[in-house]
């Protein structure tokens, strides 16, 4: 418990310097490892890693609905005029104008890019640091692209999920300019479990590779969308990003906001935004 909430902390933290390099912080949770082992963020770096972690970039229009925010998380177009992301993105609920919502590109620095404030964000009720990791943040005005559509009930958590962001390609790493894929499989609650004792089953779902490690979402992610294509071949949200112990480690998944347990939910609470 106590070094999941540090590992919380220290990624909170990460959130708010995230435009410039999440290395303090990621040297921070690197030195939190489990087995007490005191592998440095310099031996870390020192490895060979490429994308997202482990991934590659994203094509213009790929993901339409992704958009990145600027206290350093990402999040999906869930209606033209607000986003879903994270709880552990934002300070809480009520009237907010101070997030920047940046749509339409990938590249980050495409002067295509579209910029719109926030005026008002909701925060998951409850939402205490443990599970319920969903906020919805309404837009001063509509991002003109299509919007993600959320899993409404728990038949796609499972097979193979995409997840994408502007966040760290590596443990310690810096935040990208251009947005980043990478496909991670379903971990089973059990064999999660098996991981992390902490996890919220029902609220949290898993995925990643258990026995390899090298693919995963990362520090600067948080918020943003996990994806899969439905029986019609569209694509539905099944989680958000919200933690895992480093990145991309053999043995530590990545942890997302089971979407499907909260979607009705989120759907009255963006109905009642302002
Ligand atoms: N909490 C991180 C953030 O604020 C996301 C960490 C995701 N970690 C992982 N290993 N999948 O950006």
New binding site residues.
């Given amino acids: 418990m106590q070094k999941k909430l540090l590992g919380r902390i220290v ?1 909170g933290a ?2 708010a310097l995230a435009a410039i390099s999440l290395t303090p912080a990621g040297a921070a949770v690197v030195g939190a490892d489990d087995k007490g082992s005191s592998v440095t963020a310099s031996e870390k770096s020192g490895k060979p890693s490429p994308k997202i972690v482990g991934g590659t970039k994203a094509e213009q229009g790929e993901f339409p609905w992704m958009v990145r925010l600027s206290m350093g ?1 990402g999040g999906a177009l869930f209606e033209k005029d607000v986003v879903l992301t994270a709880a ?2 934002v300070d809480g609920s009520g009237e907010n104008t101070s997030i920047t919502a940046t749509g339409g590109v990938v590249d980050l620095e495409d002067s295509n890019k579209v910029d719109v404030k926030s005026t008002e964000v909701l925060q998951a009720p409850g939402y205490n640091g443990t599970g319920k990791d969903w906020a919805l943040i309404k837009l001063a005005e509509p991002i003109d692209q299509p919007t993600l559509p959320i899993a409404e009930d728990a038949n796609l958590n499972e097979g193979d999920f995409t997840v994408a962001g502007w ?1 760290a390609d590596k443990e310690g790493g810096e935040q990208q300019q251009h947005l980043l894929k990478v496909d991670v499989p379903f971990v089973d609650d059990a064999t999660c479990k098996g991981a992390y004792a902490e996890l919220v089953e029902g609220e949290e779902l898993c995925a990643g590779d258990m026995e390899a490690g090298g693919i ?7 918020g943003g969308p996990m994806f899969r294509k439905d029986e019609a071949g569209e694509f539905v949200q099944v989680g958000i ?4 112990e ?3 480690r053999a043995g530590k998944p ?2 997302y906001t089971e979407v499907s347990n909260f979607a009705a939910d989120i759907k009255k609470a963006a109905a009642d935004l302002g």
Avoid: I
């Avoid at 995963?216 to 948080?222: A, I, W």
């Fill in positions: 990624a990460a959130v998380c552990h993105c966040g995963d979402s990362c520090q600067g992610d948080s990003v919200s933690w895992g480093g990145c991309a990545g942890v």
